[in-house]
Nanobody, 122 residues
Framework: QVQLVESGGGLVQPGGSLRLSCAAS????????MGWYRQVPGKERELAAT???????TYADSVKGRFTISRDGPNNTVYLQMNRLKPEDTAVYYC????????????????WGQGTQVTVSS
């Protein structure tokens, strides 16, 4: 299928910045959208940001203006630049990729990374 390898998580003080990276490899589908979702224990996984293969970004209201998602299309890599981080941004961030199966473009596939911890604390 596809392997999504995330990196860049860690501990940062409020107001600080982190940059998450996610590289997709061994894909069996044509990636259409990549993005980042985040999850806190006991809560639903929520969208943080996505970006289409055409470079169109989407952001959750909670991160808009602070986070910037970008992509390296040829390398199927997505980045999430997180600025002015808040304690409420603390979560496990999961990379996500979606697209059309190579064998059947009518089939929409989704892949998830293993998650990377982001902790915002003084």
């Amino acid at each position: 299928q596809v392997q999504l390898v995330e990196s860049g998580g860690g501990l940062v003080q409020p107001g600080g910045s982190l940059r998450l990276s996610c590289a997709a490899s061994q894909s069996i589908f044509s990636i259409r959208v990549m993005g980042w979702y985040r999850q806190v224990p006991g809560k639903e996984r929520e969208l943080a940001a996505t970006i289409t293969s055409g470079g169109v970004p989407t952001y959750a209201d909670s991160v808009k203006g602070r986070f910037t998602i970008s992509r390296d299309g040829p390398n199927n890599t997505v980045y999430l630049q997180m600025n002015r981080l808040k304690p409420e941004d603390t979560a496990v961030y999961y990379c996500n990729a979606q697209g059309n199966a190579h064998t059947d473009y009518n089939k929409w596939l989704t892949a998830w990374g293993q998650g990377t911890q982001v902790t915002v604390s003084s």
